[in-house]
């Protein structure tokens, strides 16, 4: 069963750059999610799809930030004009259908803008 | 508005100690699910187990286990015995009950487990 992949793993860019991270979820998960997680902290909602649809995105989700799942399988988030206030690490989760069932997290990507 | 409180910053036990990490939460949903998740030096976040918010029973996992009190918005999680391997931050998390969305986990902050040998 292969889990939740995400690439990069790490990503270091300079202030103003746009940067793009990639996930893959659990093949067989329709619903995908996006996280960020600074230090000492807990991960927090960024957006999740159903399918290709995004259904809810949270007010941390800035109009630089936009996220796609174009098939429905795997998903892109893009930041663009980074500022040092992204460095972070991004969390990919993906769960089926089905309500209540656990989320699965991938590795995450960290980001640091310097 | 959800909210999930890790009251403890940090624990440092001996190993073979119990140790108790308490979570409090806020929602004003009738029905909703919580959440334990294991966050090792590696830095993956593990699954441990999911509660739903109209099931008080408490549960038993080897030498984990979770009390759910509804009463007291609490869910707290215990490890008996506790070893090395357990040192973790671990999160508690909070997620509504609803069909068209409202779907995200809210995270409390954490708690810095270190078990010393």
């Known amino acids: 069963d292969t889990g939740v992949s995400q690439d990069p793993r790490h990503k270091i860019t300079k202030r103003g750059q746009n940067v793009t991270f990639r996930c893959d979820p659990i093949?067989?998960?329709?619903?995908l999610y996006w996280y960020r997680q600074t230090l000492g902290q807990g991960p927090e909602f960024l957006t999740y799809?159903?399918?290709?649809?995004?259904?809810?995105k949270s007010r941390l989700l800035s109009d630089r930030f936009s996220a796609e799942r174009p098939k429905g399988s795997f998903s892109t988030l893009e930041i663009q004009r980074t500022e040092q206030g992204d460095s972070a690490m991004y969390l990919c989760?993906?769960?089926?259908?089905?309500?209540?069932?656990?989320?699965?997290f991938g590795p995450g990507t960290r980001l640091t803008v310097l | 508005a959800q909210k999930v409180t890790q009251a403890q910053t940090e624990i440092s036990v001996v190993e073979k100690e119990d140790v108790t990490l308490d979570c409090v939460y806020e929602?004003?949903?009738?029905?909703?699910?919580l959440f334990w998740y294991k966050q090792p030096p590696s830095g993956e976040l593990v699954f441990l187990i999911r509660?739903?918010?109209?099931?008080?029973q408490n549960e038993i996992s080897g030498r984990y286990s979770w009390n759910f009190q509804k009463s007291t918005s609490s869910f707290n999680f215990t490890i008996t015995a506790s070893q090395v391997v357990d040192s973790a931050v671990y999160f508690c998390?909070?997620?509504?009950?609803?069909?068209?969305?409202?779907?995200?986990?809210?995270f409390g902050k954490g708690t810095h487990l270190i078990i010393q040998p």
């Open positions: 509660r739903n918010s109209f099931d008080e």
């Open positions: 989760a993906s769960r089926p259908e089905k309500r209540g069932n656990e989320q699965f």
């Open positions: 998390a909070l997620s509504a009950y609803s069909g068209g969305g409202a779907d995200g986990l809210t």
């Open positions: 093949s067989e998960h329709n619903r």
């Open positions: 929602t004003r949903d009738t029905t909703y699910y």
């Open positions: 799809f159903q399918n290709e649809a995004q259904l809810e």
